[in-house]
């Protein structure tokens, strides 16, 4: 692949597997303030992309990657967070007004917070189907061309984030974020955690229906009386 070549092809591989990217950023970015701040999002949004693209890399060694049925037991990921914000809701309403979450640089500062890990997994699980294109895209460039498709990639995270950061503050779109955004992005989230398990075959029908209703079970149990916990420390 000549170099010429390719920044057009680094913009049309991102655009054609990150569409569905928006969405996701669109949803987290309306959490922000509330569960969220703006860096967990654009760190674990970054993160996660990062981790894509090195899982990608062995297309260009000629190396092996994971088989798709163990990179999409990644699905697991979204769904247990999404049920955590089902399942205990008064999470969200402590760290909305607690004073402590709010204005300490430990929390608001971290890169390695739970909010960013939670971004970043849902980025990877989300990505099974970038590595699909994007391991024999690397194979088929030569190392400037790889160096310049990356570069082209990590670039557009960025126009990512930052165009579903604003597409938040347009009124019709914040209006209705405000109003349902709390109740839609938790079932979003286990929509796209079952959507990515089956497409890729990870686990079967019924044999998620039982993992998640032990994850249930899991989430409650140990995310139940957490930020009381945190408040208390």
């Not at 993160?47 to 990608?56: E, K, N, Q, Y």
């Not at 297309?59 to 999409?72: A, N, R, T």
């Amino acid at each position: 692949m000549s170099l010429i070549h390719a920044i057009p092809t680094g913009l049309t591989a991102f655009t054609a597997t990150n569409l569905d990217d928006l969405i996701i950023l669109l949803l987290f970015f309306s959490q922000v303030n509330t569960t969220f701040r703006r860096h967990h999002v654009v760190l674990g949004q970054y993160l996660g992309f990062f981790a894509l693209v090195i899982a990608s890399l062995p297309g260009f060694f000629g190396g092996i990657i994971l088989p798709p049925h163990l990179i999409g037991l990644l699905g697991l990921a979204p769904i247990v967070f999404g049920l955590s914000r089902i399942l205990n809701p008064e999470s969200d309403d402590t760290t909305e007004n607690s004073p402590e979450i709010e204005s300490s640089p430990s929390t608001s500062t971290s890169i390695l917070s739970p909010q960013t890990y939670s971004v970043a997994a849902v980025t990877i699980a989300n990505g099974t189907d970038n590595i699909g294109i994007y391991v024999p895209l690397f194979a088929n460039s030569a190392l400037e061309s790889l160096a310049i498709i990356i570069g082209v990639f990590f670039t557009l995270v960025g126009v990512w984030c930052y165009a579903a950061y604003k597409l938040t503050h347009q009124p019709a779109i914040a209006e209705f974020l405000t109003h349902y955004g709390n109740l839609l992005v938790p079932f979003v989230l286990i929509g796209l955690g079952v959507f990515i398990i089956l497409k890729s075959h990870a686990l079967s029908p019924l044999a998620l229906l039982a993992i998640t209703i032990c994850l249930i079970g899991v989430v409650k149990k140990n995310w139940g009386t957490k930020p009381e916990e945190n408040l208390a420390e």
